[in-house]
T-cell receptor, first 113, second 112 residues
């Protein structure tokens, strides 16, 4: 079936470096994408979203890039900080899922000093 | 803090029992979503309510049901519990028919 998946299950970066978390999706009808951060024991926290009519969107220290040609999504975190350590999920919505989000498996980001 | 509240935070029960999880959406949000998070399945969408009406169903078992009340809070009822139902259950809400969903802190259910 349709799925959203992540290339790298774990990512370790040094404090101050930039982080890139990747996500692949398979449904060409996906029209909305969102990144969540989940810290241990907490619920997913909204980071940034992007619609399919955009290629790039920037937030505070984060950038999401969307490549519809290869069905790939990435989250870039600038100047990664220890507080960025968490599991990051990408999720997508398509016309078949209504307003429900389909989540990927998640990438664990570990920021080392 | 997303503004979505869930109770209880933890729940331990036995197989065959029934439990009710409660969610209060962010002020003004009309849509409520329920998700299940387990180690092997990740975050799975269960069901959505919009202004009291069921709008979408995902991978929700027949043993599970939900409702949204006039004050917009929602309850997820899990019955005939099995060991495999042990998971984190999250509620999310959104303003209306918009996509951005804000998640609550979750209820951790352990079925023994």
């Amino acid at each position: 079936g349709e799925s959203v998946g992540l290339h790298l299950p774990t990512l370790s970066v040094q404090e101050g470096d930039n982080s890139i978390i990747n996500c692949a999706y398979s449904n060409s009808a996906s029209d909305y994408f969102i990144w969540y951060k989940q810290e241990s024991g907490k619920g997913p926290q909204f980071i940034i979203d992007i619609r399919s009519n955009m290629d790039k969107r920037q937030g505070q220290r984060v950038t999401v890039l969307l490549n519809k040609t290869v069905k790939h999504l990435s989250l870039q975190i600038a100047a990664t900080q220890p507080g960025d350590s968490a599991v990051y999920f990408c999720a997508e919505k398509n016309s078949n899922s209504g307003y429900a989000l389909n989540f990927g498996k998640g990438t664990s980001l570990l920021v080392t000093p | 803090d997303s503004g979505v509240t869930q109770t209880p935070k933890h729940l331990i029960t036995a197989t065959g029992q029934r439990v009710t999880l409660r969610c209060s959406p962010r002020s003004g949000d009309l849509s409520v979503y329920w998700y299940q998070q387990s180690l092997d399945q990740g975050l799975q969408f269960l069901i959505q309510y919009y202004n009291g009406e069921e709008r979408a169903k995902g991978n929700i078992l027949e043993r599970f049901s939900a409702q949204q009340f006039p004050d917009l809070h929602s309850e997820l009822n899990l019955s005939s519990l099995e060991l495999g139902d042990s998971a984190l259950y999250f509620c999310a809400s959104s303003p209306g028919r918009q996509e951005t969903q804000y998640f609550g802190p979750g209820t951790r259910l352990l079925v023994l």
